[in-house]
């Protein structure tokens, strides 16, 4: 199956890339929105405040940088649940019963040429 570019993603596991390769475009649409909500808390969370932790010359806007950056690292096993409870609803997985809690999400192995 061909990869798309709305759901590609680096070190997305051979499970994941079969599942992505099978959603419909309703599932494709879906997985795009959540992947932009994602950038966004990942803007909100970390991009945003990681520099404020180093210029920040009050202790209050330290520690709520601080304390966005600490959430955001907190809340990834959250996100990454509900990213294989979400694979795993779509029509192509739930016909192959595909399971949220043995689903891996990445792969760092090489592919092979």
Request: aromatic share 10%.
């Amino acid at each position: 199956m061909k990869s798309d570019s709305l759901t590609w993603a680096p070190f997305q596991s051979a499970a994941v890339r079969e599942i992505c390769a099978h959603m419909t475009e309703a599932e494709k649409a879906g997985a795009a929105a959540r992947a932009a909500l994602y950038g966004l808390w990942v803007a909100v969370s970390l991009s945003i405040p990681l520099p404020w932790v180093f210029m920040a010359k009050s202790h209050w806007v330290m520690a709520i940088c601080v304390l966005l950056i600490v959430t955001h690292l907190a809340c990834i096993p959250v996100w990454h649940k509900m990213q294989r409870r979400y694979l795993c609803a779509t029509a192509w997985a739930r016909a192959q019963g595909l399971l949220p809690d043995r689903l891996n999400l990445y792969s760092f192995r090489s592919k092979p040429c």
